[in-house]
């Protein structure tokens, strides 16, 4: 895609994920919402880091390619359909599932304290207790996962549902034989995983 398209084919994508994080009645919800509408959002022509050094480039699996083609109750996904196949993935290291960032210190809009992106939880993910110092929140686009939270039990999230994990909460997330398409923030005073720990 041209750059300049791509560059507007963003933009789209990022409003579509403000009006998604606008949802939500959260802080970190409202932050996430504000910041999207408020950054430079212009792509930098350095290059894009994968969010850690053991990541790997990869491509989406077709189950959640065709998650992507399935009526999904939030608008959203369709702007990320469109452009699936222009953003980088990589293999997170520490899920095992596919990571585009968008917004984030070494990503395709860099941004030091603010990451925005897409993970894809493929079929048959069991990604342990961890916490980390950022505010996070999910919200689930397609298909369906069960989160833990604090150590409690595990609780199914389908399409629309939005999960919000404060700063240092203990937290894990599961699929079935099935995958999820979710879109992801880390806000705060602290986005990096310098103090990101399994429990
Ligand atoms: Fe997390």
Known sequence: MRSELFQAAVDTLLTAISVEFARGTSAACLRTAHLLRS???????????????????????????????????????SEIAALTRDLQWSESARSRTPISELIGPTSLIKHQSFRVGLFALIPGIDYADHAHPADEVYIVLAGSGSWSLGG???????????????????????????????????????????????C
């Open 39 to 77: 950054i430079d959002t212009t792509i930098s022509t350095e290059s894009i880091q994968p969010v850690s050094s053991h990541d790997t480039p990869c491509s989406l699996p077709d189950s959640v390619l065709e998650l992507l083609e399935t009526n999904s109750p939030v608008p959203t996904v």
């Open 152 to 198: 409690g039990a595990y609780q199914v999230k389908r399409a629309g549902d939005i999960i919000d994990i404060p700063s240092m909460m203990t937290h894990a997330m599961r699929t079935g034989p099935t995958p999820a398409l979710t879109l992801y923030s880390w806000t705060g005073d602290d986005v990096s995983f310098d103090h990101y720990r399994f």
